[in-house]
């Protein structure tokens, strides 16, 4: 396959990736992955006692710093902080 016509292919995919993930409030694949992340790593935080380090990898990045930064800017809260919080709501009837 010559370049152009890969290229040409790659276009195509994107935006058939694009597509498919888009739902009505027309979220991009990157923004899906992000929020997807973000909800995996709230349960694991919630209902496991692993790292924030830990977390961080199991939901894809290579840093717990780069990881906190986007759950922050996602929920507000840093990893810690969701935890704690997240726990005391648990135990409170």
Same mark, same amino acid.
């Given at each position: 396959m010559d370049r152009r016509r890969a290229c040409i292919q790659r276009r195509? !995919?994107?935006h058939d990736l694009r597509r498919a993930v888009?739902?009505?409030?027309?979220c991009s694949p990157l923004r899906y992955l992000i929020e997807w992340r973000v909800? !995996?790593?709230?349960?694991?935080?919630k209902s496991s006692h692993r790292s924030i380090s830990e977390v961080a990898e199991i939901v894809g990045y290579?840093?717990?710093a780069a990881f906190s930064? !986007?759950?922050?800017? !996602?929920t507000g809260r840093r990893p810690g902080q969701y935890r704690v919080e997240s726990a005391v709501v648990e135990r409170d009837p």
């Open positions: 195509h !995919v994107s888009q739902g009505d409030d027309g909800a !995996v790593a709230s349960a694991a935080l290579g840093s717990a930064s !986007v759950f922050f800017k !996602v």
